[in-house]
């Protein structure tokens, strides 16, 4: 089944620790996206990619850094400079340049600070 | 404006009530309205989306209302049942090229049986 795929489910980072989120789609899609959820806020943009090898900063960029080397895979990496990291993750994928195709997401990644 | 506000922030409604949820937009440029649906530990999925050009759309027990005057649109959940019960956000799309999406703040709805 085609889908979005982020692992892990939960995770933990340490003080002054970096951490890779992962997020991969088999859905051929051209853009993807990195949101974080925190309660009452709703999702807000960290990064997207619309192709490979290239991707731009979202409202809340600062503290996370991204990598886009193939089309399928879409890494968020949560670094020390992100002071108040604890929230779910989410990321997304959509065709990219087609009107009024909606974007589909993973089941999220879960990190707090231990 | 790239904001979109969402009311009410939380819901509870009788078994089949009807559901209401409001969202407001300033920016006349979004050309996209979807609304998703999210359950704990999931993430969100679309239940349904309507363009400006549209007033009303329906799905099921589902429809979106558009007044793209007030700049306001909203979902109506008719019959609602537990199983309804679940966080729902809208969004506005800002460009088609990038695809990018402002969501408002959510709304919990809990239906009691």
């Known amino acids: 089944d085609g889908g979005i795929t982020q692992s892990p489910k939960y995770l933990f980072r340490k003080e002054g620790q970096n951490v890779t989120l992962s997020c991969e789609q088999n859905l051929n899609h051209d853009a993807m996206y990195w949101y974080r959820q925190d309660p009452g806020q709703g999702l807000r943009l960290i990064y997207y990619s619309q192709i490979v090898n290239d991707f731009q900063k979202g409202d809340i960029a600062e503290g996370y850094s991204v990598s886009r080397e193939k089309k399928e895979s879409f890494p968020l990496t949560v670094t020390s400079a992100q002071k108040n990291p604890t929230a779910f993750y989410l990321c997304?994928?959509?065709?990219?340049?087609?009107?009024?195709?909606?974007?589909?997401f993973g089941d999220g990644t879960r990190l707090s600070i231990l | 404006q790239q904001q979109v506000k969402q009311s009410p922030q939380s819901l509870i409604v009788q078994k089949g009530g009807i559901s209401i949820i409001n969202c407001a937009y300033e920016n006349t440029a979004f050309d996209y309205f979807p609304w998703y649906q999210q359950f704990p530990g999931k993430g969100p999925a679309l239940l349904i989306a309507i363009r400006p050009d549209v007033s009303e759309k329906k799905e099921g027990r589902f429809t979106i209302s558009f007044n793209k005057s007030a700049k306001q649109f909203s979902l109506h959940i008719m019959d609602s049942q537990p199983g309804d019960s679940a966080t729902y956000f809208c969004?506005?799309?800002?460009?088609?090229?990038?695809?990018?999406?402002?969501f408002g703040q959510g709304t919990t709805l809990q239906v009691k049986p």
């Open positions: 969004a506005a799309r800002g460009s088609s090229n990038t695809g990018k999406l402002i």
């Open positions: 997304a994928s959509t065709p990219a340049g087609q009107a009024h195709q909606p974007q589909h």
